[in-house]
């Protein structure tokens, strides 16, 4: 199988897909507003723009969080000119650790639908999004509409489900109807439409499901193992039947200890495994430390929280994607992974 087509770094790492790694010295604000410019601009108005007059009060106001959000939106909604979509977070940010800037939460209370992800994956702003309801605004947390009994809850995690659930296509594919519901609710002339969206999204995401478990086949059982910054992957994990380890746990929030770094690099001795793999939009300093500790090959760099960048094409075994699609992002994981450790 053919690498993916992003060019490595001599670490064997791939490239920083966000502009915002080679700005270390800005704030958290400033990268996130930042990174509202760095959205195309069809049908995601910045909020930056001057003046920023906004959309006109015909338009429909739909604020999403993550990229994975934004793009599961996107599909369902189609070509609506009725309708502006706001992504807040772009490629490479940590909803972990996100903070909205104040620019932003007063557009926020102007929206007229807002999706986010839910079960605390936007730690520092779940509460916020949780406060518009009731204000005239349709909230949907898209994760929250999946049935308890499929989600993971970890151990030590107060009860609280991971909320990495986009890992599994299948699941993925489950959270569609929500988010239809809301947005018919909010386009009830369109409704038609929305349901012929929906339905071909999901048949996507359930033909990208069975790709996944046949491209998962090729690696050997005893070598699915995956070793990654944070516990992104605990779904994917479970959905294709590889051992997920996060040596930081499931938030960004934790660093790994030295504990953890010396459990895993003698974990991957032990078994004797092939590569480990940086994530996006995490540091990947304990990843580098541990593969160096353990005499180990980094396989590529994942995307767990985030998209890719819009539009970044990758081709792998004569087949091109967008990494900046949910489709795209899984397949390129995929392909990094069963490259890595078949
Ligand atoms: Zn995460």
Same mark, same amino acid.
């Given at each position: 199988?053919?690498?993916?087509?992003? @060019?490595? #770094?001599?670490?064997?790492?791939?490239?920083?897909?966000?502009?915002?790694?080679?700005?270390?010295?800005?704030?958290? @604000?400033?990268?996130?507003?930042?990174?509202?410019?760095?959205?195309?601009?069809?049908?995601? =108005?910045?909020?930056?723009?001057?003046?920023?007059?906004? =959309?006109?009060?015909?338009?429909?106001?739909?604020?999403?969080?993550?990229?994975?959000?934004?793009?599961?939106?996107?599909?369902?909604?189609?070509?609506?000119?009725?309708?502006?979509?706001?992504?807040?977070?772009?490629?490479? !940010?940590? =909803?972990?650790?996100?903070?909205?800037?104040?620019?932003?939460?007063?557009?926020?209370?102007?929206?007229?639908?807002? *999706?986010?992800?839910?079960?605390?994956?936007?730690?520092? #702003?779940?509460?916020?999004?949780?406060?518009?309801?009731?204000?005239?605004?349709?909230? #949907?947390?898209?994760?929250?509409?999946? @049935?308890?009994?499929?989600?993971?809850?970890?151990?030590? *995690?107060?009860?609280?489900?991971?909320?990495?659930?986009?890992?599994?296509?299948?699941?993925?594919?489950?959270?569609?109807?929500?988010?239809?519901?809301?947005?018919?609710?909010?386009?009830?002339?369109?409704?038609?439409?929305?349901?012929?969206?929906?339905?071909?999204?999901?048949?996507?995401?359930?033909?990208?499901?069975?790709?996944?478990?046949?491209?998962?086949?090729?690696? =050997?059982?005893?070598?699915?193992?995956? !070793?990654?910054?944070?516990?992104?992957?605990?779904?994917?994990?479970?959905?294709?039947?590889?051992?997920? !380890?996060?040596?930081?746990?499931?938030?960004?929030?934790?660093?790994?200890?030295?504990?953890?770094?010396?459990?895993?690099?003698?974990?991957?001795?032990?078994?004797?495994?092939?590569?480990? *793999?940086?994530?996006?939009?995490?540091?990947?300093?304990?990843?580098?430390?541990?593969?160096?500790?353990?005499?180990?090959?980094?396989?590529?760099?994942? *995307?767990?929280?985030?998209?890719?960048?819009?539009?970044?094409?990758? #081709?792998?075994?004569?087949?091109?994607?967008?990494?900046?699609?949910? !489709?795209?992002?899984?397949?390129?994981?995929?392909?990094?992974?069963?490259?890595?450790?078949?």
């Amino acid at each position: 199988m053919n690498r993916p087509t992003r @060019p490595p #770094t001599r670490s064997g790492r791939l490239p920083p897909p966000a502009f915002l790694r080679a700005l270390p010295g800005l704030s958290i @604000p400033a990268i996130a507003l930042l990174a509202l410019l760095a959205l195309p601009s069809c049908k995601r =108005p910045s909020l930056a723009d001057a003046g920023d007059p906004g =959309p006109d009060k015909k338009t429909l106001r739909v604020i999403t969080t993550t990229t994975m959000v934004t793009d599961m939106v996107q599909h369902i909604l189609g070509d609506d000119p009725g309708v502006s979509v706001t992504g807040l977070m772009a490629s490479g !940010i940590d =909803p972990h650790t996100y903070n909205l800037p104040a620019r932003a939460q007063a557009k926020l209370r102007q929206a007229d639908v807002v *999706f986010y992800s839910g079960h605390h994956l936007e730690g520092r #702003t779940d509460e916020l999004y949780k406060s518009l309801k009731g204000r005239d605004i349709l909230v #949907t947390a898209v994760a929250e509409s999946l @049935p308890r009994e499929k989600l993971l809850v970890p151990k030590g *995690f107060e009860g609280n489900p991971d909320p990495h659930v986009w890992g599994d296509a299948a699941l993925w594919a489950e959270c569609v109807d929500g988010v239809l519901e809301t947005l018919v609710k909010a386009r009830p002339d369109k409704k038609d439409a929305l349901i012929a969206n929906a339905s071909k999204y999901k048949s996507q995401l359930t033909e990208l499901d069975t790709w996944v478990q046949q491209q998962i086949a090729q690696i =050997p059982p005893e070598h699915r193992v995956l !070793i990654t910054s944070h516990d992104a992957f605990n779904y994917f994990g479970r959905a294709y039947g590889l051992e997920v !380890i996060g040596i930081q746990g499931i938030s960004t929030v934790d660093q790994a200890g030295l504990a953890d770094i010396a459990k895993t690099t003698d974990l991957i001795k032990g078994r004797n495994l092939k590569a480990i *793999f940086v994530e996006s939009s995490v540091s990947p300093a304990a990843i580098e430390r541990v593969a160096r500790d353990a005499n180990v090959e980094i396989g590529g760099e994942l *995307f767990s929280d985030a998209l890719g960048p819009a539009g970044e094409m990758e #081709t792998v075994n004569g087949e091109t994607y967008d990494v900046g699609t949910y !489709i795209g992002m899984l397949k390129h994981n995929v392909n990094t992974v069963v490259a890595a450790l078949k």
